[in-house]
């Protein structure tokens, strides 16, 4: 069966990225018919638009991508392509599988965890009004009549809606991804203490789930800045981790500090019916055309993807060469290395080619 799959390049090192991520999966002989689709910088430059209809569309109709980074631009429409896909494709979860890489240079051993972030609400809803603008005095003045709190007249602000419908959605997707791939606990970040009708309401919501699971899936919370302590301290207590959308972008940086870095950390942005794939890193810039930066976060996030298209075999084929080739340290950009000065670092290309030959081996 042919599987039809948008390819969005991206700005910065994804061309290169993705390119190495193409060629490693179509080595795994998956039969798979990319539509390359363009967004950001690029797309501006080529097309006068940050995000065409036309690479949205393509998704919608593919409803799988492979996705390389996107700058955030500047001054523009946008506060962030990026999130403004996830909010055009209804992409809800975003789940970032946090794994040990033998090889990779780690404070730590055998971890393996999961986070699973909100993508739609919270801080990133994008509901901000400048200091000074007429909407921010307008604002300031209503939340004085109707809470008794002084704002500082020289204020930006930024609104936080976390809803019911949400939080129980995301949640929900925790429990059901715990089960199925034979996890044992579920663990929701929040704020409660101090944020209570955002925070508490996610708290709430977790707690009200978690009894549908209750003598299947163990279920606990904790306070972010806690967790973030116990990462560092104990990251082997955890397994999923549940968490409203600004807490899981920090929180999965952190973790995946925890293996190895930027360079190793996958991740899938899921909706209802579409799903993309794209590195936990973002574009890199400094790096752009130097076919320098690891492939492998890229890669693994296609691994992800075979395995969303029910494509297991290749999905495990591919990821047990990804290992191999980082746990040997031979074929491996500078940042696998044990240091970073290290002149026997490959390219991104050439960390593609040793794992497409492992494939083939
Ligand atoms: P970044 O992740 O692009 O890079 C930070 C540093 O991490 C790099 O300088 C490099 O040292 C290291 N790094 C990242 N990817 C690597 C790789 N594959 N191999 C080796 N080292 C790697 O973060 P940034 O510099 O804060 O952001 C650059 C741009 O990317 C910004 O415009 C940001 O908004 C955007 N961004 C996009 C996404 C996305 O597309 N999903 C995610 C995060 C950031």
């Known amino acids: 069966?042919?599987?039809?799959?948008t390819l969005i390049p991206g700005d910065g090192i994804g061309p290169e990225i993705t390119e190495a991520a193409r060629r490693?999966?179509?080595?795994?002989?998956?039969?798979i018919s990319w539509e390359e689709k363009l967004a950001g910088e690029t797309?501006?430059?080529?097309?006068?638009?940050?995000l065409p209809e036309d690479t949205l569309d393509s998704v919608r109709k593919n409803r799988v991508a492979l996705k390389g980074p996107i700058t955030t631009?500047?001054?523009?429409?946008?506060?962030?392509v990026n999130v403004a896909i996830r909010q055009a494709l209804g992409l809800y979860v975003c789940l970032r599988p946090i794994k040990s890489c033998p090889g990779a240079r780690s404070h730590y051993k055998d971890i393996d965890l999961v986070v699973i972030r909100e993508n739609s609400e919270d801080l990133y809803a994008g509901i901000e009004f400048q200091e000074s603008s007429p909407e921010a005095k307008r604002i300031i003045e209503e939340i004085k009549e109707c809470s008794k709190k002084e704002i500082r007249p020289d204020s930006g602000i930024s609104i936080k809606p976390i809803s019911r419908y949400a939080s129980r959605r995301?949640?929900?997707?925790?429990?059901?991804?715990?089960?199925?791939?034979?996890?044992?606990?579920?663990?929701?970040v929040h704020k409660a203490n101090i944020m209570k009708f955002t925070d508490g309401l996610f708290l709430e919501v977790a707690r009200d789930v978690a009894k549908d699971y209750e003598g299947r899936i163990a279920f606990e919370d904790m306070i972010v800045d806690n967790m973030a302590m116990q990462l560092v301290q104990r990251p082997h207590n955890f397994d999923v981790l549940v968490l409203p959308n600004l807490y899981g972008d920090i929180v999965s940086?952190?973790?995946?500090?925890?293996?190895?870095?930027?360079?190793?950390?996958?991740?899938?942005?899921?909706?209802?019916?579409i799903a993309v794939f794209e590195a936990v890193h973002g574009s890199a810039p400094k790096y752009r055309g130097l076919n320098k930066v690891n492939p492998a976060a890229m890669i693994?996030?296609?691994?992800?993807?075979?395995?969303?298209?029910?494509?297991?075999?290749?999905?495990?084929?591919?990821?047990?060469?990804?290992r191999e080739v980082i746990a040997e340290g031979k074929f491996v950009t500078y940042d696998l290395k044990p240091s970073s000065g290290d002149l026997t670092a490959v390219g991104t290309m050439e960390m593609a080619d040793a794992i497409i030959k492992k494939i083939s081996d």
Do not use: W
């Open 24 to 31: 490693c999966i179509e080595a795994t002989g998956v039969d």
């Open 43 to 50: 797309a501006r430059e080529k097309l006068g638009s940050l």
């Open 1 to 5: 069966m042919t599987h039809k799959i």
């Open 300 to 322: 693994l996030s296609g691994v992800l993807m075979l395995k969303y298209i029910e494509e297991n075999n290749a999905a495990e084929r591919l990821e047990n060469a990804v």
């Open 253 to 273: 940086d952190l973790c995946a500090g925890l293996i190895g870095g930027l360079g190793v950390a996958p991740g899938a942005n899921i909706g209802e019916q």
């Open 73 to 80: 631009p500047v001054g523009s429409g946008f506060r962030s």
């Open 170 to 188: 995301i949640v929900k997707f925790a429990f059901e991804y715990a089960l199925s791939n034979n996890r044992k606990k579920v663990t929701a």
